[in-house]
């Protein structure tokens, strides 16, 4: 994924940072645990809202220590291993595998050299993830190939792309769940809004370097940011609808400065041209 997916911190109660904070670090523990000592630098705050997302309902939460991958002389509170954790995990790889595939193709030899290499090693991860999860891997392969095509044909239309990559996203909600439609319905629009987003943060390079955007292919090379951002506003709503209608519980507020504050605030930092500097900053410090 991309980055974009992270919470407002000033806006955190102390309790809900600290939950955030040890989901963040639980997942860390368990991509190490599952896929080695590679897998934690793929971690982000969009796979850390993935695991948020996918936690069964819970009153309140539990933490434990374990030992910190960066510094394994510090122990911190963190989430313990749990079947959310583990399906993000697992998740998460797959998707950062096909992500560093599709960078290969994008860019020349010689720029795709590190995604290249990257992907060699981590593809023994990918193959016991995509073992474990075939048919959410099957799921992102099909549309990753499906938007390639559309790509090729520089599709001008917004919806067919990213509908193509939303469809992508919805495939990691647990079809067996009692939530599943809910979380369905969230992915699906949070997928949509991130390709858009991403187009949109990418478009100035994207035209330097005369690579397919569907923002310009759509509104032309300078897009247009007033139509954009109506219909990324649709997709924030329908988050919004989606989450109202299920039970997250305590890790509701979180959930809600993410999707409330965080994304809005990604949303006009990516148009006013700030977001290169702030997705640099570390949420776990009160600047933002």
Sequence with gaps: MFGYVRPLRQELKCRDFDLYRATYCGLCRCL?????ALAPMFLNFDFTFLALLLWQPEPDFSLCRGRCHANPLVKKPMCPDSPALELAADESIIL???KLKDSVQDESLLEGMPARSLSVLLYPAYRKAAGLRPEFDRAVRSSLEELAA??????????????TFARLLRSAAPE???????LAQLLYHLGRWIYLIDARDDLAEDREAGRYNPVAARYGPEGDDEALK?????????MGAAFQLGDFGCRAPILENIL??????????????SWSQIKKQKIWSNRQ
């Design 260 to 273: 409330y504050l965080g994304l809005p605030l990604v949303q006009r930092a990516v148009f006013d041209g």
């Design 96 to 98: 950062a595998w096909w």
């Design 150 to 163: 559309l790509e090729e044909e520089r599709c001008p239309s917004l919806d067919r792309t990213a509908d």
């Design 176 to 182: 067996e769940e009692s939530r599943s439609r809910v």
């Design 32 to 36: 190490r645990r599952r896929y080695g």
């Design 230 to 238: 109506l219909t990324l506003d649709h997709s924030l709503g329908l």
